[in-house]
C-alpha cells in the first residue's frame, strides 16, 4: 500500500484484495473465452451506476502502483467523468496519470477506442452500459444467454437484414455488434462503428466491463474481431469529407462543433490527445491558430471566441462559414 | 464559438464547494444536528437502512444530512460504505416470534394470542396539517401501562395447527442463504435472492409492483395475515467459542400474507405466504414487498406467470434505484460521439429520401 492510499483510509485503488481476486478471475475466464460474458459480483462502487462502475473495478482489479493511467471519455481526457475517475485513482492508488495515449499502461475508456494504435503492453478497459448485443432484440438474460451458448445470433442477422431493406444499408451507427473469434457475438460498447477496425488484431488487451449487469468480457491481444455484415453489403465505416479543423487529421472520428446559431460547423478530432500531439508536431488545419495549442489545449470560451476572431480576418481561408453538411462523407470500406 | 471541454477538474472543485455551501441553507438558521435527523425524521432514516441495506441509524442520518434529504443520495451514500465493510460471518436466523412488539395487526382475525396492539400509527388520523406543529412544543405524554409478557405466536402457526397453509421448509444449514451482493444474480433466482432483492428495492417500485397484483396484473387474493413491528436480537455464533453471543438488537417490520390457492394436484387447496420484512418501521415497504414476493412465487404454484409483478427477471433487474438512477442519469453524461454517428445517419437518410421523392415525383410526372 503506497502513502496515497493509505491517506485515504482505503486499501489501493479502493477495492479490497478479496474483491479484486475475484475480479481477476473473472478477467481470467473472459480471457480465456473471448466475447463470452463473465458473471461477476459486481460491488456498488462510489460513483453511480451507468457513470463507469464495470470499468472502474476492471481498471482497479488490474492496477499496480507502476501503472500510468489514462481515462478518456468520448474520446476526451478533460469530459467531466474522465477527470473524476482520473482523480478517484490518483487519490486511492497513487499512480501516475497521464494524458498521452502513448505513455499510458492502462486506458480506461467510455465510447471511443484512442486513434494511436495501442501495443502489446497497453491495457484498454472499456466502460460498458448494456453488455449483452442481444438486449433490445430480447429482453430476458435467461433466453440470450441460450442464444449465446447455442451460438444462435439469427435475431441479429434478421434485424440487420431488415435495416438493409428498410434503409438500404445497416443504420446501427454505434455499438455495432462484432463476432469475436468466430464464436461470440459482442457489444464493443458504444463506440462509434468507425473504432470497430481497431479492436479487430488489436496488440493491446481488451477488457470491457458492465457494473449494473455484473458481467466482465475480454477480447485478448490479436483476436479476430469481425463486425458482422453480409457479403453484399459488407461493412463500412464513417468518413469525413474535411480533415480535422484543427490538426488537419484525415482518416480520424471527428467531433461536430456548432460555431453559432447560423449553421456554422467545424469538425475537429474526437481524440484531443491525437489532436493536441499532432499540432505539437506542427500540423495546422484550417480553423487553428499559430499558437500549437490555443483552440483545445487551453481552450475556454475565451480562446473559442479568439479563433473565430481570427478565422474571420484570415482571408485565406477556403470558406468563412462552413456549411453544416460539409464534415461528413459517404462510407468507406475499413 | 468552440466551447472545449477542457479546464473540467476546476469546474467539478467548484460546483461542489457550491453543493456544500447551498446544502447549509440559510446560514442565520441553526444548523441540523445527525442527532436530530436520527431522532425526528426516524422513518426517512429507516427507508435509507432498508433500502441501503446496512442497519446503522447514525450513519443513516449523517447521510440524510450530506445527501440534503435526498434519499436515493442518501441510500448512494450509505452502499458505498456498506461495500468496503469486512464480512466477518453471518448472524443466526432472527427469531421475530420473540420479537418485543409495539405494533402488532392482523386483518384475518378479530382476536389472537398477544392481542392486537396498535402502536404508533397514522392509520385513522385526519391528515389535517396541524399548524400547531409549527410552533415548537412537546406533545402529550402518551399513555403507559405494563408490557403484556403473553408471548405472540405468527398467525400462520395458528392457520399450521389445522393444514391450512402451506409449511416453510426447515433451515438447512447445508445451504448457505444468497448473497446477491457478493454473487451475480442468476435466473432463476431463489426465493432467498428475490426476499433479499425486494428488501433493497425501492420502496415506490415495489408499492406499485404491489399495487398492480390487487388490480388483476397477477391477481393473488391476499389478507394481511399479520403485521408487526418491535426490536429483535441479533446473535452470532464465534468460530472459537461454538455457542451464540447476542450481537445488540435492532427495531424491524415483518408482514406476512396469507393468499388463497385452489391446488393442484400435488397439493390440496391451502393458502399460501407472502413475506416481507424492513428495517426500522417500514410497514408500506413490508406489506408491498409481501405481495410481491407472493406474486413471483407464481412459477412455483403453477400459476400463469403473465404479469410484470410476477415475472421475475423484470421484478429483480428493476427494482433497485440505485441502479435505475445512476443509469438514467447517466444520459446526462456526454454522448457527443455516439450522436455524431447518428447525426450522420440521419442526414444521410434524408438525403435519400429527398433523392427518392424526387425520383417519384418524376415517375408520377411520367
Excluded at chain 2, 429520401?353 to 425520383?359: M, N
Amino acid at each position: 500500500m503506497n502513502e496515497h492510499a493509505q491517506a485515504t483510509g482505503y486499501n489501493f485503488a479502493y477495492l479490497d484484495e478479496q474483491t479484486k481476486r475475484m475480479i481477476r478471475r473473472a478477467i481470467l475466464k473472459g480471457i480465456a473465452i473471448p466475447g463470452y460474458q463473465v458473471p461477476f459480483a459486481s460491488r456498488e462502487m462510489p460513483m453511480p451506476y451507468g457513470w463507469g462502475t464495470g470499468g472502474v473495478q476492471v481498471t482497479a482489479a488490474i492496477l499496480g502502483p507502476d501503472d500510468v493511467l489514462k481515462v478518456i471519455d468520448q474520446g476526451s481526457d478533460d469530459t467531466t467523468n474522465a477527470v473524476s475517475i482520473r482523480k478517484f485513482f490518483a487519490r486511492t492508488a497513487g499512480v501516475a496519470t497521464t494524458t498521452k495515449t502513448v505513455e499510458a499502461t492502462v486506458i480506461q475508456t467510455r465510447h471511443r477506442v484512442p486513434e494511436t494504435a495501442l501495443r502489446s503492453d497497453q491495457v484498454l478497459v472499456y466502460q460498458v452500459p448494456i453488455p449483452e448485443p442481444l438486449r433490445y432484440l430480447e429482453p430476458r438474460e435467461t433466453e440470450t444467454r441460450k442464444l449465446h451458448a447455442l451460438g444462435e445470433y439469427g435475431l441479429m442477422h434478421v434485424k440487420l437484414y431488415e435495416d438493409i431493406a428498410r434503409h438500404g444499408h445497416v443504420a446501427t451507427t454505434y455499438a455495432y455488434p462484432v463476432e469475436v473469434a468466430g464464436r461470440y457475438v459482442m457489444d464493443p460498447s458504444p463506440v462509434p462503428k468507425f473504432d470497430n477496425p481497431k479492436i479487430d488484431d488489436c496488440e493491446a488487451l481488451q477488457l470491457f466491463g458492465a457494473g449494473r449487469e455484473k458481467r466482465i468480457y475480454a477480447v485478448p491481444p490479436h483476436t479476430k474481431v469481425r463486425s458482422l455484415d453480409f457479403e453484399d453489403h459488407p461493412f463500412r465505416v464513417q468518413t469525413f469529407k474535411d480533415p480535422c479543423a484543427l490538426c488537419a487529421a484525415e482518416g480520424v472520428y471527428l467531433d461536430e462543433v456548432v460555431l453559432d446559431d447560423r449553421g456554422g460547423r467545424m469538425f475537429v478530432c474526437s481524440d484531443t490527445d491525437y489532436c493536441e500531439e499532432r499540432r505539437e508536431a506542427g500540423h495546422r488545419g484550417h480553423l487553428a491558430g499559430d499558437d500549437p495549442l490555443s483552440p483545445v489545449g487551453r481552450g475556454r470560451v475565451a480562446e473559442g471566441d479568439r479563433v473565430r476572431e481570427e478565422h474571420k480576418s484570415d482571408s485565406a481561408s477556403p470558406s468563412p462559414r462552413p456549411s453544416p453538411h460539409r464534415g461528413e462523407g459517404e462510407e468507406a470500406l475499413p | 464559438m468552440y466551447v472545449a471541454v477542457k479546464g473540467g477538474e476546476a469546474a467539478i472543485d467548484n460546483a461542489h464547494a457550491l453543493l456544500d455551501h447551498e446544502r447549509r441553507g440559510d446560514p442565520s438558521v441553526p444548523e441540523l444536528s445527525v442527532a436530530q435527523i436520527r431522532e425526528q425524521m426516524t422513518l426517512l432514516v429507516d427507508r435509507v437502512m432498508t433500502e441501503g441495506s446496512l442497519y446503522d441509524p447514525d450513519l443513516a442520518a449523517l447521510a440524510l444530512k450530506q445527501a440534503r434529504g435526498d434519499l436515493i443520495e442518501a441510500v448512494f451514500l450509505v452502499r458505498a460504505f456498506r461495500t468496503t465493510l469486512p464480512r466477518f460471518g453471518t448472524s443466526e436466523p432472527i427469531d421475530t416470534d420473540t420479537m418485543r412488539a409495539i405494533r402488532r395487526v392482523s386483518a384475518i382475525y378479530k382476536d389472537l394470542p398477544g392481542g392486537q396492539v396498535l402502536g404508533p400509527t397514522f392509520d385513522y388520523t385526519h391528515r389535517l396539517i396541524d399548524f400547531a406543529l409549527a410552533a415548537e412544543g412537546e406533545p402529550e405524554r402518551p399513555a403507559e401501562s405494563q408490557a403484556a409478557s403473553e408471548v405472540m405466536p405468527h398467525v400462520a402457526s395458528l392457520l399450521d395447527g389445522e393444514r391450512l397453509i402451506e409449511r416453510e421448509p426447515a433451515a438447512d444449514p447445508n445451504i448457505p442463504v444468497g448473497d446477491l451482493t457478493r454473487e451475480p444474480l442468476d435466473f432463476p433466482a431463489g426465493r432467498d435472492l428475490r426476499l433479499q432483492a425486494l428488501a433493497r428495492g425501492d420502496e415506490g417500485f415495489v408499492l406499485a409492483l404491489g399495487y398492480s397484483t390487487q388490480r388483476g396484473f397477477g391477481r393473488t387474493h391476499p389478507f394481511t395475515g399479520e403485521i408487526r413491528i418491535g426490536d429483535v436480537e441479533i446473535e452470532f455464533v464465534p468460530e472459537e467459542l461454538g455457542f451464540a453471543v447476542p450481537l445488540g438488537e435492532m427495531t424491524l417490520t415483518e408482514c406476512e400474507m396469507v393468499t388463497q390457492f385452489t391446488g393442484s394436484a400435488a397439493q390440496p387447496p391451502q393458502f399460501t405466504r407472502g413475506y416481507g420484512l424492513a428495517f426500522g418501521r417500514g410497514e408500506r415497504k413490508a406489506m408491498a414487498m409481501a405481495l410481491v414476493d407472493r406474486a413471483l412465487r407464481a412459477r412455483e404454484f403453477g400459476e400463469e406467470v403473465a404479469a410484470p409483478a410476477q415475472d421475475e427477471e423484470f421484478v429483480l433487474s428493476h427494482c433497485d434505484n440505485l441502479q435505475a438512477t445512476g443509469f438514467v442519469e447517466h444520459l446526462k453524461l456526454p454522448h457527443y460521439v455516439d450522436f455524431q454517428a447518428e447525426l450522420e445517419l440521419v442526414r444521410r437518410m434524408r438525403a435519400e429520401h429527398e433523392a427518392g421523392g424526387q425520383t417519384d415525383a418524376l415517375e408520377a410526372a411520367e
